[in-house]
Structures are given as structure tokens and as C-alpha cells.
């Protein structure tokens, strides 16, 4: 415990999670009198709200990610790449995957959250979600390939699949990446291929609740879905996948042919929030109080996606960047006032400037909360969203150059990064025989694309 | 054959392979009254000679690889994405993976070469050689990992294993991958790790002939031995390696450990050409005539690296791309000749204007042939590289934008594209004790990164 400590010993702070709470609060404590470590299982940080970017082949990928340790250059922190595999909160201790432990005297546990697929992790390689780069190239493969390999078979046979993509959920990102995949096949490639028509396909949501973007005002709901038919995607509510197989998905007892499947439906917490031994919620967030501290540990601080915070209204924190970065500023300001000797007696509260969900090209919807209140659609939501994220790219290196890349994509309708890399293959195609055929039975063989 | 074909159809083209050759034989037959089928089993272009700046980091993978269909928008030409497996030669037909066949009345064939291991395919995972895009982004995942993993059981147990990076060969790659690892470590994240010291790196090459890059004059071979030396570079000659292992490779008796292990020794032709069931070199390229015709079909052209050509004096045509185009274009030509009822009578001749190998940042040696006979070492050779390099980018929308990531990162040492994608592991690191050991005996479990 910090009281342990014998005094003049500079404050060890244990920051575990590179994402934007942890990078925040490393930043905030740069010149307090402590040692940061900050541990990330990857070398580099990623802004996931332009993930579905990269996935969608508008973005390459090192333009969203960048090293932890090119960003984190300060005398007081060193980073860390490696696992936390458990804690011993009584030592103040973490547990790293090699079995060396890392001493605290100050934690703060920011390693978000991933995809939930209630249960059925075998969906995992079927139905990929969308929160590393990782997961982004391989949704990038995937569509990019479903078209060749329709292509291919329509050239060979003289007949493909139907070009249904299957989103599973419809929150932002199976709203995002729905008017992505819609823009990439009636705008970017349309007149790539000689023998399909890519403008033909069809991009389905299969949302289960009764509603896309729950957590939006009725009237942005609305707009939403207005903006999605527009663009022809269907949206399906109160629909719930029973079943996940290669090349279709199962309601019930309907099957719906999918040549990509992707999920958008559930986020778990990180694994790490149940390690510490606290209370968690039912997604495995760890129930803070109002200084983001889990019950009896004044010491450690719960950021971001893993923290189960509660806002002014009582509706929970929502887990996207905003908070998360002001959480990761409170932590570090707490810490820092306390190595002082002083006390952060301000309780964490959630200043939201409003939600975004961009719906493809030029349309988006907004929930402007501040500096003016406004609920924006279309165009003005769009713009609203690119200026937003432009700007908190700063600290990237290459914010203009994402700038140029997408103005140059969306205005010329030219190839972003439209790389297939790795496996030439995809669950549910049959590539031992004609070019590629999606076979209409399951095949345990193709479950797994790798 | 094409007398076969009934008057007033068109003739088909079918070019197998999207390297430099086979596109620079579509471009030329852009005007031509033929059907172009252009077939190649990745959907993007790979310019080669910047392979290795990936690989290092320096370049992002997209910088340097772009879609074949953005590439090639000619109305006589489609592009496939599919692999070949076999032809007919006598009934012109080409059979695809899937079992489909495409005819054709002349067929380009330029599939270029591959790794070859010497009959030790176990090798390849343990020695990863510089071919693709996904070969360029696993050597960068190994290096950067091996810094990451010796910085983190430096950090945890005190100790790291010696940072020896071996390189197996000393052709061209192998002295522009060891140039570039002794770059990335000296210069570019010699400041990102608090525990080790990425300048104490060792970088060795092991060539099993007498000297480095036997196809340059002794010159440049010695002042290449000399700017490779000035790096700290190690190059040991007349050295064949008789094992590889993960960690460590044998050299007869004698064992070399090794964190990163990487392959530039042999190459051999694409296995296609056998296939043709013609006349092949001991490497498997097929033996051509002076019009790139393999003996008995004046219907086949040989392109790249899997013909087996002979310079007027007699050498073989080198495997690089400058001859790769020429071809391309010389085939091209000739059946834009031929079907407007006219021949192609001056036979192929490789207009040798030099060869060039970079080691590292301003350090090289060029070989200049035209537009003046030229030794060149050092900034001077490293700057025509350099132009050279960037003047062949042109056809890729972002020459301008690979000039200024390389200016950028060779001038500041700042990150390229410093990303650490896909498994966290290293063959012949044990990463189930102490953060990443390096094991000192092999590990059967390990000898395979994925």
C-alpha cells in the first residue's frame, strides 16, 4: 500500500491499458513527482472510432494506429509490452504473463472492453467484430475477397451468390460499418469487376432490440433508419441470430444467406475487472463510486470501457472515447494532487458534448449536446463527425494525412487501402471445387478462416 | 492455336501474373485488337525493390502495393483474381485452381520466383524470406518484436538475450534487410526502450559464397563490405549454413544464436513453369529463345524472373524488375505485331542501364550502365537509388506521399509504419515463463510462428 512506502520513494504508477484513458492519464501525470509504468499487450495505440474505416478500406492501417512509445515520450513514464494476468490488490501487485510481478502504489486499469458473443465464441471466426486493427484487416480481407471470389465464380460459372452482407447488431458499429460497406460497393469499387454488379449488393442489419442506436434520441433513430434505407441497407429489429454458420445465419428457424458475416451486437468488459477480485457488473464492468475508485480500494482507478460509472442522470457512462479520456484525466489529476498531499475532493463527472454515428459517405447522424444543443442528420451530422474525429487525431503524426486520404477516397471514389493480405480464403466457400462457390450446407472444415 | 480461331474474332491474351512484367505487357497491349485476361492470385501489385522498407518499418505496406484493377482500367483487359494450376499447351487452355479453364492464343506467363530453401521448406518459418507484402509485414513484426520481448524480460529478470539479427545470404536483400535492421535499431528506436540498448544490436550475414552481391564488380562488392562495416554490420563469406533453427542457427559445428532469423539466399523460379512442359533451368525457369518463345511455341512469352534469357555477352538477364518490364514489353509488342498480320524480327535484348543495392540510410552502391558508365558509393549511389526507386513509383498515386514518409523518417528517425500486428510470439522464444526467454534449445512447439 502507498502508506507502506517509506517516504522520499517517488509514487509507483501502474497504468494498464494504452487505449485513450490510459494514454490520458499517463499525459496528465507527465510532470508529477511519481514513476509511471504504463503496460499494453500491443506496441501500439489504436483510435477505434475510425477503425471501421480500415476496415472498409478507406483508411490504412498505420494511419489510425500508432506505437505506444512513439506517443508516451516523457521522463517520468516507461512503457511496457506485455500482459497483466492478475492482481494481488492486498500487495499491490500485478501478475504479468510471464509470472514477474509489477509493484503499485497507485493502479489505474483502463484495458476496455471486446466482443461478447453471448456464449457462442464459436461465432468468433465466423462473425468477426471490430476492435483491434487485427480485427479490422480481416474485415477488410473478408469483404474485399467476397467480391473477387464472386467475380471469379460468375466468370467461371457464370453464376455467384447473392452479395448479402450479414451485420449482427445495430449500434454504431453495425451501423458504421453497414453505410461503409454500402459505400464501398456502390461507390469505391462499382466499376472494378467486369462480371458482378457490386452496386447489387445488399447489406442487411439484424438488430435484436427494438431499435438501431438504442442509446440515441427517437427522432436520430428515426433519421438514421431513414438514412439507411436510402442508402438500401435493411434494417431488421427485434431479430435475434440463433445460430452462426459459414456462408448463412439462422432466425429462428429462417436462414439468411450471408457471404460476410460481421457482429456488431454485444461488448464484454476486459477479463481484467473480475482479476481484481471487486464488484462487477453483469458485462464484467467493475462497479466504481463517484471517484472512480472500486469499493475499498481507494488506490485504483477503473477507466474508460471497464469502468461502470454512472452519470449526473443516473444513466450509465457510455462507453466510447469521450469518457474515457476524462476519466483518465481524473485518475491522473487525483494521483497527482495526492502525491502532493492534497486530495481531489471533485467527484468524476461525465461532461458529454453529445453522441456521433456517421452512416457512410456524407451521412451521419448527431446528438450535439455542446457548445450548443442540436440533434444533426445527414450532412451537417457528417461534417460534424469528420471535424470531430480530424481533430482528436491530434498527436497523430499523420491527422493530415488521414484528412487527405479520406477527402481523396469519398471525392474520387478512389482505392483507399485496399490491400487482401494473408489467407485467400473465407468460411462458408467452397475453394476446392469451381472458383469459390458459397456452399449451401455448413462446413466444419471452413469454421475457422485460419 | 491461334490459326485455329475463325477470322474476325479477336485474340485472346491471357497474362498470368501482376508483377512488373505482366503489367507493363497489358499496358502495352492497351491499343491492341485483343481480349486481355489478366490473372494473379493476390488483388494488388507489389513494387518489390521497396519491399524491405516495409519490412523495416519505414514505408506502411499500402504505400507500395496497390489493387491490380486500379492499376490496369483498359477496356481490352480484365483482371482475375485466381491462381493457375496447369495449362494444356497443345489445346491453349490454362486451368484455374477451381478447375475452370481459360483459353487463350497467346499466353504471357510471368509469375516470377520464390524463396528456395535448398530442400529445407522447415526453414521457412524459422527464416522468413522478402517476396510479398505479407512476408514485408512479417519481418517487421519479428524484428519489432524482438526488441519489445528483450526489453521486457530485461525489465523483469535483468538479463536479454544478445540482439544478433542473422541474415542468411548476402545478394541484394540480404544486404539491404541487414542495412535497414542496423538502421532501425541505430537511428530510428535507439530511444524508445529504457532497459536495453537497440544500438548494441549485432547484425550478421552469412553468404555461402566468396563474396557479397556476386553480380556487382569487385569495387562496389569491397565498398559495400566497407559501408556495411561502417554500420557494424558483420559479414561473414564463404559460410553455409547447415541448420536453422528457432533461436539459433548452425553453421557445421560452430552455433550462431539468433532473435530474428532472415532468409536472402536462394531463389527459385515459379513452379508454373514446369507446368508449361518445357525446357527448364536447374532454378526452374524455362529456357527461352531470343523472342522469350520456350522451344515449339511461338504462342508462349516467358517474362521476369521465370525466364531463363541470356544477355548478348552471354550472362544470364539479372531477376530484377528493369529486365522484368522490358520483356513485358517486348511480349506485348510482338502479338500487337501479330495480329495486325506483322512480326516481331528484332529479337529481345536487355537494355542493362545498371544495377543498384541500398545499405541502409545514405549508403549504397550503384553499378550505372546509361546514361553513363558509373562506380557509384555511398550518399551518391543511395541518392540515384533513391530517384530512380521514386521515378518507377509513377502509376502509384502515392509516389509523392512514399518520398515524404521516407524523407520524413530518414531525416527525423521518426516511426513509419511501426506496427506490430497479428501473433505475439517468436519461434524459439519460450513465452510461457519469464516474458520471453530465448530458449536455448529448440522447441519443437515453437518452430512455427502462426
Given at each position: 500500500?502507498?502508506?507502506?512506502?517509506?517516504?522520499?520513494?517517488?509514487?509507483?504508477?501502474?497504468?494498464?491499458?494504452?487505449?485513450?484513458?490510459?494514454?490520458?492519464?499517463?499525459?496528465?501525470?507527465?510532470?508529477?513527482?511519481?514513476?509511471?509504468?504504463?503496460?499494453?499487450?500491443?506496441?501500439?495505440?489504436?483510435?477505434?472510432?475510425?477503425?471501421?474505416?480500415?476496415?472498409?478500406?478507406?483508411?490504412?492501417?498505420?494511419?489510425?494506429?500508432?506505437?505506444?512509445?512513439?506517443?508516451v515520450?516523457?521522463?517520468?513514464?516507461e512503457?511496457?509490452?506485455?500482459?497483466?494476468?492478475?492482481?494481488?490488490?492486498?500487495?499491490?501487485?500485478?501478475?504479468?504473463?510471464?509470472?514477474?510481478?509489477?509493484?503499485?502504489?497507485?493502479?489505474?486499469?483502463?484495458?476496455?472492453?471486446?466482443h461478447?458473443y453471448?456464449?457462442?465464441?464459436?461465432?468468433?471466426?465466423?462473425?468477426?467484430?471490430?476492435?483491434?486493427?487485427?480485427?479490422?484487416?480481416?474485415?477488410?480481407?473478408?469483404?474485399?475477397?467476397?467480391?473477387?471470389?464472386?467475380?471469379?465464380?460468375?466468370?467461371?460459372?457464370?453464376?455467384?451468390?447473392?452479395?448479402?452482407?450479414?451485420?449482427?447488431g445495430?449500434?454504431?458499429?453495425?451501423?458504421?460499418?453497414?453505410?461503409?460497406?454500402?459505400?464501398?460497393?456502390?461507390?469505391?469499387?462499382?466499376?472494378?469487376f467486369?462480371?458482378?454488379?457490386?452496386?447489387?449488393?445488399?447489406?442487411?442489419?439484424?438488430?435484436?432490440?427494438?431499435?438501431?442506436?438504442?442509446?440515441?434520441?427517437?427522432?436520430?433513430?428515426?433519421?438514421?433508419?431513414?438514412?439507411?434505407?436510402?442508402?438500401?441497407?435493411?434494417?431488421?429489429?427485434?431479430?435475434?441470430?440463433?445460430?452462426?454458420?459459414?456462408?448463412?445465419?439462422?432466425?429462428?428457424?429462417?436462414r439468411?444467406?450471408?457471404?460476410?458475416?460481421?457482429w456488431?451486437?454485444?461488448?464484454?468488459?476486459?477479463?481484467?475487472?473480475?482479476?481484481?477480485?471487486?464488484?462487477?457488473?453483469?458485462?464484467?464492468?467493475?462497479?466504481?463510486?463517484?471517484?472512480?475508485?472500486?469499493?475499498g480500494?481507494?488506490?485504483?482507478f477503473?477507466?474508460?470501457?471497464?469502468?461502470?460509472?454512472?452519470?449526473?442522470?443516473?444513466?450509465?457512462?457510455?462507453?466510447?472515447?469521450?469518457?474515457?479520456?476524462?476519466?483518465?484525466?481524473?485518475?491522473?489529476?487525483?494521483?497527482?494532487?495526492?502525491?502532493?498531499?492534497?486530495?481531489?475532493?471533485?467527484?468524476?463527472?461525465?461532461?458529454?458534448?453529445?453522441?456521433?454515428?456517421?452512416?457512410?459517405?456524407?451521412?451521419?447522424?448527431?446528438?450535439?449536446?455542446?457548445?450548443?444543443?442540436?440533434?444533426?442528420?445527414?450532412?451537417?451530422?457528417?461534417?460534424?463527425?469528420?471535424?470531430?474525429?480530424?481533430?482528436?487525431?491530434?498527436?497523430?503524426?499523420?491527422?493530415?494525412?488521414?484528412?487527405?486520404?479520406?477527402?481523396?477516397?469519398?471525392?474520387?471514389?478512389?482505392?483507399?487501402?485496399?490491400?487482401?493480405?494473408?489467407?485467400?480464403?473465407?468460411?462458408?466457400?467452397?475453394?476446392?471445387?469451381?472458383?469459390?462457390?458459397?456452399?449451401?450446407?455448413?462446413?466444419?472444415?471452413?469454421?475457422?478462416?485460419?
Amino acid at each position: 500500500m502507498a502508506t507502506e512506502i517509506i517516504g522520499g520513494v517517488r509514487k509507483r504508477v501502474l497504468i494498464v491499458g494504452g487505449g485513450f484513458a490510459g494514454l490520458r492519464a499517463a499525459e496528465t501525470l507527465k510532470d508529477a513527482e511519481v514513476n509511471v509504468t504504463l503496460v499494453d499487450r500491443r506496441n501500439h495505440h489504436t483510435f477505434q472510432p475510425l477503425l471501421y474505416q480500415v476496415a472498409l478500406a478507406v483508411l490504412p492501417e498505420n494511419e489510425i494506429a500508432q506505437p505506444i512509445r512513439g506517443i508516451v515520450r516523457q521522463a517520468n513514464t516507461e512503457v511496457l509490452m506485455d500482459e497483466v494476468t492478475g492482481f494481488d490488490t492486498e500487495q499491490c501487485r500485478a501478475t504479468l504473463k510471464g509470472g514477474a510481478e509489477l509493484e503499485y502504489d497507485y493502479l489505474i486499469l483502463a484495458t476496455g472492453s471486446t466482443h461478447s458473443y453471448f456464449g457462442h465464441d464459436e461465432w468468433a471466426t465466423l462473425a468477426p467484430g471490430l476492435k483491434t486493427i487485427d480485427d479490422a484487416v480481416e474485415i477488410r480481407r473478408r469483404v474485399l475477397l467476397a467480391f473477387e471470389l464472386a467475380e471469379r465464380e460468375m466468370q467461371e460459372t457464370g453464376k455467384h451468390p447473392a452479395m448479402n452482407f450479414v451485420i449482427i447488431g445495430g449500434g454504431a458499429t453495425g451501423v458504421e460499418l453497414a453505410g461503409a460497406i454500402s459505400d464501398v460497393s456502390k461507390l469505391f469499387i462499382r466499376h472494378d469487376f467486369r462480371h458482378i454488379d457490386p452496386a447489387k449488393s445488399q447489406v442487411l442489419i439484424l438488430e435484436g432490440g427494438p431499435t438501431i442506436l438504442g442509446a440515441y434520441p427517437p427522432d436520430l433513430q428515426k433519421s438514421a433508419l431513414r438514412q439507411l434505407k436510402g442508402l438500401g441497407v435493411q434494417v431488421r429489429t427485434d431479430t435475434r441470430v440463433t445460430d452462426v454458420q459459414p456462408g448463412y445465419v439462422m432466425v429462428g428457424s429462417e436462414r439468411i444467406d450471408s457471404v460476410v458475416t460481421l457482429w456488431g451486437a454485444g461488448v464484454q468488459a476486459s477479463p481484467l475487472g473480475k482479476l481484481l477480485g471487486v464488484e462487477v457488473d453483469k458485462k464484467g464492468a467493475v462497479i466504481v463510486d463517484e471517484h472512480l475508485h472500486p469499493k475499498g480500494h481507494p488506490e485504483i482507478f477503473i477507466c474508460g470501457d471497464l469502468a461502470a460509472a454512472k452519470m449526473a442522470n443516473g444513466k450509465p457512462v457510455p462507453g466510447v472515447a469521450q469518457p474515457a479520456m476524462q476519466m483518465g484525466v481524473y485518475a491522473g489529476k487525483s494521483i497527482a494532487l495526492e502525491v502532493r498531499g492534497e486530495r481531489m475532493h471533485k467527484p468524476f463527472q461525465y461532461f458529454d458534448k453529445g453522441d456521433m454515428a456517421t452512416i457512410g459517405r456524407s451521412a451521419a447522424v448527431a446528438d450535439v449536446k455542446w457548445p450548443f444543443k442540436a440533434h444533426l442528420s445527414g450532412f451537417p451530422a457528417w461534417f460534424a463527425w469528420l471535424s470531430v474525429h480530424i481533430f482528436f487525431l491530434i498527436g497523430f503524426r499523420n491527422r493530415l494525412s488521414v484528412f487527405r486520404n479520406w477527402a481523396y477516397t469519398y471525392a474520387f471514389f478512389k482505392e483507399g487501402s485496399r490491400l487482401i493480405t494473408g489467407d485467400q480464403t473465407l468460411p462458408g466457400w467452397d475453394h476446392s471445387t469451381e472458383g469459390g462457390a458459397l456452399r449451401t450446407q455448413p462446413i466444419a472444415g471452413t469454421a475457422e478462416p485460419h
